[in-house]
Each structure stands twice: as C-alpha cells, then as structure tokens.
C-alpha cells in the first residue's frame, strides 16, 4: 500500500471512530496525519518527476543510439559485441542427453553472428559435407539486396568468407539500397517525432502504392525522402491511371458480354491506332526487360507509367466511340481484343512491382474466362516481346502528332477559346511531315477543320531582336549600341531560322565577326491580328482564331451535347439509356438545336428533340451566353 492510500486509510479510522481532536492526544495525531498527508503529497510528486526523468533518459538512449548508429550502424561500422555470460562460466546451461544420459553443455566460444550470415551460401545447404549439386547450381547468387549499412556486414562477411574458401566473390551483383528519411532529409527517429510507423503507411496508403513509391522517387542507392502526398501522387498518376483503364474495358465488355477467348487477335486487321498502341506495349516490355536485367529499376518503373499514359489518355480517348457501337463489328472486336492484349500484358510486366493490383486484374480479366490458366499471374512467364510488332516510325510519328497537339492545346488556351469551339484552320511549321491520317487525328483532337503543314509562317508571325546586356556587354564592350541598331534593322524570320538552325547568329560590324548564342538575345515574337502561336524546339503552330458564323453555331452544337451528358449522368441514366431531350426560353438555342437534330440525337442517344416545354430532369444553363433551360427524359 502506498503512503498516500495508508494516510487515507487513518483519516478513514479516525472518522469512524468518531476520534475526539479536542484533546491533547487527539490534536497530536491530527497533526500527525497532516504531516503525513504532505509527505504522501511531495511523494507523489516525486514519483512523477521521476517518471518524466526516465522518459528523458529514454529519449538520450534514443539520441544516442541514433548517433551510434551514425557513427558506425550506417557506415557498416562494428556491430555491438554480445554481452558476456557468466553462467556459461559456472556451467548452468546444461543438459541431460536422453540417449547416453551424460551432460551435455554448449560451448563457450561463440562466434561473430556475421560469420553465419556470410556463410550462408554454403551452410544452408551443409554444403561440402552434402548438397554438391544443388549448392554448385545457386553459387554465385545473380545478386544480393541490403541497405548501405551493411556494406561492412553482410556485403563483406559474404565476400570475406567466399574468397578465403572458393577464391571467388559469392554474388554477381550488388544492389546497395539508401536509407529512408522523412520529407525533409532528415533521418526518422522516436524522439525527434517524424518517424513513419510502416504498419500505419500501408494500412493507409497499401502496400502496391508504397512499393511504386520507392521504385520511381529516386535510384536504390540514394536516401528516399518519404511523404505521404508523394506517395499519393504516384498512386494516381500510374496505379489510378491504370485501374481506370481496367474499369473501362470491364465497364464495356459487360455491357456487351465480351469473351476474350471467343476471338483472337488479327493483327492484320487492325486500325492504326490499333498497331501504334500495340507497338508502344512491346517497346515497353522490351525496354522493362532490358532495365530489369540491368539493375535499373527507376527507369523500369517509368517505362511502364509513361505506356499507361499513353494508353488511357490517347489510345482509350481516341477509341472511346468503337466501344459505344451497336453490334459486334469487326472494328469494334478489334478495338477490345487490342486494349484486352494490353491490359493483361502490362499487368505481367508489372506484376513484380505491384503485385496486388495486378493480381486482381489478372483474375478477373484472364482466370475468370480461362480456367486452364496458371492459378496466379505470379505463376506466369514474363512477356515475350513480339518484335514484329514493334514500328518505330510509327511511334516516332505519333510522338511527333502528340507534341503538335500539346502546342496546339496551349495555342487554344493563350488565346482562350473552348475545346468544343471549332477552329477553320492550324498551321505546323517542322523539320517533319505528317500523313493524312496523322493530320486528322490532330484536327479531330484539337477541333481543328484543317491542318496546314508550311515551310515557312512569316505571314503570320515576326521576330525581333535585342542584345542580353549583362551578356554582350563584357563580351563587346563599345560595339554594344552597334550590335542594338544592327539587331533592330534584322529580318527578323531569317535571323530566327539561323538562330535556330546553327545555335547562334552572327552579324558584321565595322569588319568584325560577332557571334551571338540565344542566351545573348532578347527575341519578341509579335503575332499578325487573328492568329495564335506557339513555339517549342524546332515546332512552330499557328491557329486561326478568326471564327465564322458557321464555325460558332457548330461550337454551340458541341456545347449542347456536353450539357446533356452532363444532365444524363446527373439524371442517374445508364450509359445505353434511350432519352428524350427538351429545350425552350431561348430561340436562338431552339433554332441550332432544330437544324442540327439529327447529330445531337446521335451522340446522345436520344429519340426525339422536344421544343417550348421541358419534362423530367430539368436544369438551367448558360452556353456562350445563351441562357436556356434543358431536360432529359428516359424513354
């Protein structure tokens, strides 16, 4: 019992008793207790600084741990010796052998616990005393994994032990692994507040996402700065991207109970798109492989966001209405059996960096139709590239469109003008030509009714040019007003077209040869009244941006078909839902929607255009300015 519960105890006693404190003795005790009662006080108290002195002690053990750590843990410094046992000393750790009945007893020399872990290779299999063959077959490993701490433990007890035995290393390879820090670069620790406890990181984040974290934030060697938003940023921009790719083709292929093993994969049927996305998949595989086999993990990892990418933001956007047609045409087969190819393809690929979520679309998209299949996409072959299948034009060609389209993007954007408003026409200036497919994809991408490949856009836009002073200056000294007024009277697209293909532009001045690089130069680009451009390496576009009448009432009829989608998914419709649609309180609105009928039925599935009244789900827009209330009704 505790001074303060036997000081309670008395006080309890003497109430009880009814204990007179008038008298002589009774006023003794009382002040007795009282004292006791403040000893009991300052004991308490003294119990707790005590406890909050162990804490802080416990904290400087951390501290201290942390620097021994420092000093020689993460250096691959000596290992803490094994305290010594005094009871091997006086014998107590024996036994009595049940066969002969004599003691037996464990040795007191014990060897350094890095001698067995380097001996490994051999000892696992009591190898020479047996398992010849089987040991021959292991030995050397293709390569070992640890952290850099141990580059003095098991990094070189292997190694040391290996020599001595068999003159040669025991490991192939080495993949040292950098330790991890918090976000800051420091290293996690208890007492400082930021370490990461690994259980809560995968209950919140899970175990895939953290893998891919590690893969891409930096090469194995170097220290990895763990963040949680880090890690949620690569779980969106490839687990996300590629779950939601998987979505959609398990989305569609339920709607019309698609059976990938019901057709095969013709390749000579194929669309474009079809060969261009099937030739990025073996480029991918290929490229995984090789960085794989050659310890680069990283860029592994990025091969294979970078073909998901492609995959779901251009091949998928591109494909999107094959997989809304009726029926079961050959284009549309086609269109699924090509994504079903890469679905599962990439999946195996990265199967060994996200395992669980690969895992889940190997079984439903490959196990559940094929029961002859390996139980687990674990138990599958890494991917045999089809190198038949790989067109490098075809993908240079590609890359080409898909950088004219960024810049024709930013083009709209600078000049802000909707996607959905259509433009008449978009000139390239390149070191390369497109064909016609190629141009029709990027005027069907950026809403474009022609583009114009051109030699030269002068017509359209001029450069002018001034000397960098804190650059030409030291260089030029008194020549620098000259090199200003010379600059100034410049053809300004020539002087660019030499800039650009030569790196730098030289002028003569009173008979000498002045060399200017771009960081020399200040270049404006001013742009013709109605045009657009954007520069980037040796790609110029240049939009028209001068819209017709006819041109804006096809970008009201494009904002109309947005706003019913957008009232068909608010409706709570299914994606193959018939609907009726109704407009009124805005003639203008009335009219495009009558003379262009037949094309917004069309692209939202609906029977019939009603004017004047509105029935079902009903809600209000503003198109362009345009105020107009809408409905959609399921028919």
Request: aromatic share 10%; net charge negative.
């Amino acid at each position: 019992m505790e001074l303060k519960e036997k000081v309670a105890y008395i006080k309890g006693m003497m109430e009880g008793m009814e204990f007179d404190t008038a008298t002589k003795e009774g006023k003794l005790l009382a002040a007795v207790v009282d004292v006791l009662e403040e000893m009991a006080k300052e004991v308490t108290n003294i119990d707790e600084d005590v406890d909050t002195l162990y804490d802080e002690v416990d904290a400087m053990s951390e501290d201290l741990e942390d620097v021994e750590n420092f000093l020689f843990d993460e250096d691959g410094g000596d290992e803490d010796e094994d305290d010594y046992d005094e009871e091997y000393e006086a014998g107590l750790y024996e036994i009595t052998c049940p066969q002969c009945g004599k003691q037996m007893h464990r040795v007191p020399e014990v060897i350094d616990c890095w001698f067995d872990s380097g001996s490994m290779p051999f000892a696992q299999h009591h190898y020479p005393f047996e398992n010849k063959e089987i040991f021959e077959k292991q030995f050397p490993a293709q390569f070992i994994s640890e952290a850099v701490d141990q580059t003095r433990g098991w990094f070189y007890s292997l190694l040391a032990i290996s020599t001595l035995l068999f003159n040669k290393a025991p490991y192939e390879n080495v993949i040292v692994l950098g330790l991890v820090q918090d976000e800051n670069g420091q290293k996690m620790s208890k007492s400082k507040g930021n370490a990461v406890d690994p259980f809560d990181a995968l209950q919140t984040y899970g175990a895939d996402a953290i893998r891919w974290y590690f893969y891409t934030s930096s090469a194995p060697w170097l220290p990895s700065r763990f963040a949680g938003k880090t890690v949620v940023e690569g779980q969106r921009k490839f687990m996300g991207t590629l779950w939601n790719t998987y979505a959609f083709f398990v989305l569609y292929a339920n709607i019309d109970k698609f059976d990938a093993t019901k057709y095969s994969l013709e390749y000579d049927k194929l669309a474009v798109m079809d060969k261009w996305l099937l030739s990025r998949l073996e480029s991918t595989v290929k490229a995984v492989d090789d960085n794989l086999a050659n310890y680069r993990i990283p860029e592994a990892a990025k091969a294979l966001q970078s073909f998901v990418d492609d995959m779901s933001n251009w091949y998928v956007r591109r494909s999107r209405e094959r997989f809304w047609a009726k029926g079961m045409e050959q284009d549309k087969i086609n269109a699924y059996m090509t994504l079903y190819t890469a679905l599962v393809t990439v999946a195996k690929a990265a199967a060994p960096m996200i395992p669980f979520m690969t895992e889940d679309i190997y079984q439903n998209l490959v196990k559940s139709i094929d029961a002859s299949a390996p139980e687990s996409i674990h138990l599958c072959d890494f991917p045999e590239v089809h190198e038949n299948w790989i067109d490098p034009k075809m993908e240079e060609d590609m890359a080409d469109l898909l950088e004219i389209v960024v810049m024709g993007r930013a083009a709209r954007n600078t000049a802000n003008i909707k996607n959905r408003q259509p433009i008449g026409t978009m000139y390239v200036k390149s070191e390369f030509q497109l064909s016609e497919f190629y141009k029709e994809i990027i005027e069907d991408e950026l809403n474009v009714k022609e583009v114009v490949f051109k030699d030269d856009i002068a017509d359209f836009i001029s450069y002018s040019f001034k000397p960098q002073m804190r650059t030409v200056g030291p260089k030029y000294g008194k020549l620098l007003n000259k090199i200003k007024t010379t600059l100034s009277e410049l053809d300004g697209n020539k002087a660019m077209a030499e800039l650009k293909s030569t790196g730098e532009l030289k002028l003569d001045i009173d008979g000498q040869e002045i060399v200017l690089l771009e960081e020399d130069l200040l270049i404006d680009m001013a742009q013709m009244e109605g045009y657009v451009s954007e520069s980037d390496h040796t790609i110029t576009v240049v939009l028209d941006t001068n819209l017709t009448p006819e041109l804006i009432e096809e970008g009201f009829v494009r904002e109309l078909v947005s706003k019913i989608q957008t009232m068909r998914k608010e409706a709570g419709f299914e994606v193959m839902d018939k609907i009726r649609v109704y407009a009124k309180d805005n003639d203008k609105i009335v009219s495009i929607m009558k003379n262009h009928g037949d094309e917004i039925k069309s692209e939202v599935l609906a029977e019939e255009i009603v004017t004047g009244e509105t029935k079902g789900y009903e809600k209000e827009w503003n198109i362009n300015s345009e105020k107009v209330t809408m409905a959609v009704e399921r028919i």
